[in-house]
């Protein structure tokens, strides 16, 4: 069984530009976390999903931000316009809920840079 | 003040020595989580508690609920153990999960 799947595991863009992050979360895993650990600081939630629904985004960015969890494929999180403010580690958990002992299992993040 | 706090905030430690990082919290929570991450590297779960005392190789997890406290003991602290460690809570085991700050072990040899 395959862990919590993310790429890329590296991304830079320019200002201005597009970043997709994606996230496969294991098997029979049917919620989704994404995380984001700015430089020097501590990680923040920004938002659950389940298929096909937002269950929680309260920690998104109100503007440039989205997230998806489709009913097939992996779950993206896009970041329109991106700033220098974006460079971080961005990190995707998912459980599956069956049993409230269930944990989160993290992926191993995509470090996005913003030059 | 933050939800989730943890002390020390950075340790240095000789290899073999126990290890003790703690976590306080403010909310009320059904699930605490430890977890670590190497520099550079991905998060791993080391543990998820709602009650008592986990115990995983030579590491020990145990949180007193009504305290609202929790311990990471290290027993026979290895340089790989080298890590920063965090404590987390959530409401219950699938709601977000509010960090704490982190602890930055390094163990000499």
């Known amino acids: 069984n395959a862990g919590v799947m993310q790429n890329p595991r590296h991304l830079v863009r320019r200002r201005g530009q597009e970043a997709r992050l994606r996230c496969s979360p294991m098997?029979?895993?049917?919620?989704v976390y994404w995380y984001r650990q700015l430089p020097e600081e501590g990680l923040k939630f920004m938002v659950y999903?389940?298929?096909?629904?937002?269950?929680?985004e309260s920690g998104m960015p109100k503007e440039r931000f989205s997230a998806e969890f489709p009913k097939e494929g992996p779950s993206i999180l896009r970041i329109q316009q991106v700033v220098r403010g974006d460079s971080a580690a961005y990190f995707c958990?998912?459980?599956?809920?069956?049993?409230?002992?269930?944990?989160?299992?993290f992926g191993p993040g995509t470090r996005l840079t913003v030059l | 003040k933050n939800e989730v706090e943890q002390s020390p905030q950075n340790l240095t430690a000789q290899e073999g020595e126990f290890i003790t990082i703690n976590c306080s919290y403010s909310?009320?929570?059904?699930?605490l989580h430890w977890l670590q991450q190497h520099p550079g590297g991905g998060i791993v779960s080391l543990f998820m508690?709602?009650?008592g005392k986990k115990k995983h190789g030579r590491l020990i997890a145990t949180i007193n609920i009504q305290e609202k406290h929790s311990s990471l003991h290290i027993t026979a602290s290895h340089p790989r153990d080298s890590a920063v460690y965090i404590c987390?809570?959530?409401?219950?085991?699938?709601?977000?999960?509010?960090f704490g700050p982190g602890t930055s072990l390094s163990v000499i040899p």
């Open positions: 987390a809570v959530s409401k219950t085991s699938y709601d977000k999960v509010i």
């Open positions: 999903l389940q298929k096909e629904n937002i269950i929680d």
């Open positions: 909310v009320g929570i059904s699930a």
């Open positions: 098997k029979g895993h049917s919620h």
């Open positions: 508690l709602s009650s």
């Open positions: 958990a998912s459980s599956t809920v069956v049993k409230l002992s269930d944990t989160q299992y």
